[in-house]
């Protein structure tokens, strides 16, 4: 039985349907809102570049769970700076405070027996420290964070040489941290986090669309939400399907396959983080505070504490980025977290989205961002050796995801 647009609109439902919000979403676009659009389209663009000339190696499962592996620090440490982006400001300290954490975490497990769970502690604890120190300073004495940040990182390069020392490592070898970046989880686990996250979505989502109808709100058609749930269902599928696939290039000697341990560990912050972002008074002050800091004030919002929790947000993040860098190294070394980490988090997060300019930015702007980064610099090795080419490639798609933020910008003002 056909639904009338006028029972849809008594219902508080938009009457259009996929057509109608097809029509909204371009009319988003004209007004400068592009959001995550070009980052996904380049990510599309760049599967088919690579896969069309290294298909053999590139689209292979193993490759596949080894880019995870690969982008899963340069994701984390982007969820973390999206907090201090939104409000107009900048961490440059983010990747050697990833570094530092990490060396707590190997000096006090390796090298002083600590308990595994009290040097995660440890780590994650010199994370908020470090937070709490730089957002004091930014928020409570009026220092710039571009110098803060600068001067912090700086000094933690210096404290992580005095931990570790010049040209020195220090192992990792408890089980449980090597684990979260070498091991996977078994094949039928696999699918019951498919079906948790699919199921939980439809479900969630259909009882906020139920919950708009019986307010009066409007909301999207019935079919624009079965079409994004059906995409999901497809997607999560096709993706746990690769990867409980054999990856082992000798499965008689060695089985490997199953979704990586990390995968889950950033499903779990995306979703809490998002929440946190979008579902409560924190979230709405921290996009307040970087749409207007002196109108948020004004409406009673504390500025200076919001701050400093989003530093501390960004620093505690680098701390869990600094443990799936132990993980994955299975060492510590003065190096952890340096070179060009900082810049393709931040890279991470603006190609995914978010503005440099603060107030626009969310969660999967991270995910998506560093997925980029991490088809670039897994995909590009495989086709050519040289870095420089890499370096400018990385350096092109940031530049362009800039000029389209900027732009978008300039047409909303505009108009």
Known sequence: MTTTAAEQAAEGQR????????????????GGDFGSLPAVLGLAALV??????????????FNFANLLGQGAMIIVIA???????????IDLAAGVTAGMCAAVLGVTMTEHGW???????????????VGLAQGVLVANFGIPSFVVTLATFLAFQGVLLLIIGEG???????????AIQNDNLPVWSGWIL???IAGGYAGLTLMRRRSRITAGLATEAFTVWLAKTGFLVAVVAVVTFFLNEERSRRPEITSIKGIPWVLPLILVLFVGLTFLLTRTSF????????????????AGISVARIKVICFVACSTL????????ASRDNSISPSTGGSTTLLLAVGAAVIGGTSLFGGKGRIIDAIIGGLVVAVIQNGLPLVTEQAGIQYAVTGGVLLIAASVDALSRRKSVTG
């Open 318 to 325: 680098a701390a869990v980025a600094g443990i799936l860098f």
């Open 48 to 61: 088919i570049l690579f896969g069309s000339l290294k298909g053999d190696r590139f689209l292979s499962s």
């Open 115 to 129: 308990p595994m769970p009290l040097a995660l502690g440890a780590c994650i604890l010199t994370g908020i420290v």
């Open 194 to 196: 498919a079906a948790v």
């Open 79 to 89: 969820m973390g700076l999206i907090f201090v982006l939104l409000l107009g400001e």
């Open 283 to 298: 979230g709405r002050h921290v996009y307040a505070v970087g749409g207007n800091a002196e109108a948020a004030r004004r």
């Open 15 to 30: 009457p259009e349907g996929i057509g109608g919000a097809a029509r909204a979403y371009i009319d988003k676009l004209r």
């Open 168 to 178: 020195g490592t220090i192992g990792i070898r408890d089980d449980t941290i090597l």
